[in-house]
């Protein structure tokens, strides 16, 4: 055959197979795609596919892919969530509607809440309310459960007169605290009274102190055992912020009264005597603490004269 016969002949060939070529490539595409997107969605199932996905390369390795490149795209949605959940905490505090409800703390517990500080409720920081709502209310001691006493001012305020007259502190930084506790106790559902006689046993509202056993904070959290939760906040490096320490010290806090079934025993384990005969005195101190901030938050009965066993009218 001569030369440009056979040109001619490979040409006819290579037209003809191309509808071949562009189907088999098709398939080589889709079969990648696929592979590479099951590979990416983890083991969703034991066999099939999904064992070809994870002999072609291991779960470590998509585990780095999501960390270091798709999960970027993550990022930038749990800002825009921060961010709505920021103004929707605003709105309340300063009376204004907001435009849309969203996932943020009062979209997901419907409740509005005033600060005796407003701009706490500003602070950026990760609510903790993703572990603490996998907690049961049904497991909860009534006790520990939100009494409504600090939904008011001028209950905060009350509150914040008494710790400001007790431990001669700032009465900026009382407010912070108060009001802290206050809106991070609804995100947890717990009782914000229980949080500050918890912090005001433990550490006399005092951010910085630290036990020879390694516990911080407000709250007085054992920062070595709590880790995991501290890497929620970027790290134990601020373990003693108060917006930080107070969520994370909140939810070890109804963990443990959730698990050991009343709040007597749930703050005996707070406080590391689970398995002690006795907490020292420690749970009389915060119940005696909680019942007078109670007592500061109920209104008064007005006083009545009275002659010969009778009232008199005033």
Known sequence: MSQPAMVG????????????YRVLNGLLIVTVFATVGLWLSGNGTQAGAFDLA?????????????KNG?????????????????????SVIYGKSAATTGNGLLGVKGQTVALLMPSVAQTKVRPISDLSDR????????????????????????VADFFEDKYKLDRAKIEEY?????????????????????ISVESNFNPNIKSHAGAEGLMQVMTSIHRDKYALYGGAADAVKPEVNIRVGA????????TSG???????YYVGAANAENDGGYT???????????????????????????ALRT
């Open 70 to 90: 798709f999960g970027v795209l993550y990022q930038y949605q749990e800002e825009a969530a921060q961010a709505l959940a920021d103004k929707e905490i605003a």
């Open 54 to 66: 994870r002999i072609l390369v291991p779960d470590e390795a998509r585990n780095l892919v999501w």
């Open 135 to 158: 907690i049961p209310v049904s497991k909860m001691d009534p006790q520990a459960l939100d009494s409504k006493l600090m939904t008011s001012i001028k209950n905060q305020r009350a």
């Open 251 to 258: 939810y070890i806090l109804k963990y443990l009264i959730a």
């Open 178 to 198: 108060v009001s802290n506790a206050v809106l991070i106790a609804k995100e947890v559902n717990i009782d914000p009274v229980l949080l500050l006689a918890v």
């Open 262 to 268: 009343s709040l007597r025993t749930g703050l005996k």
């Open 9 to 20: 002949a490979k040409q006819v060939l290579a037209r003809a197979l191309s509808p071949v």
């Open 284 to 310: 009389d101190k915060v119940m005696a603490e909680r019942n007078h901030l109670i007592s500061l938050c109920q209104p008064t009965a007005p006083s009545r004269l009275t002659l010969n066993g009778k």
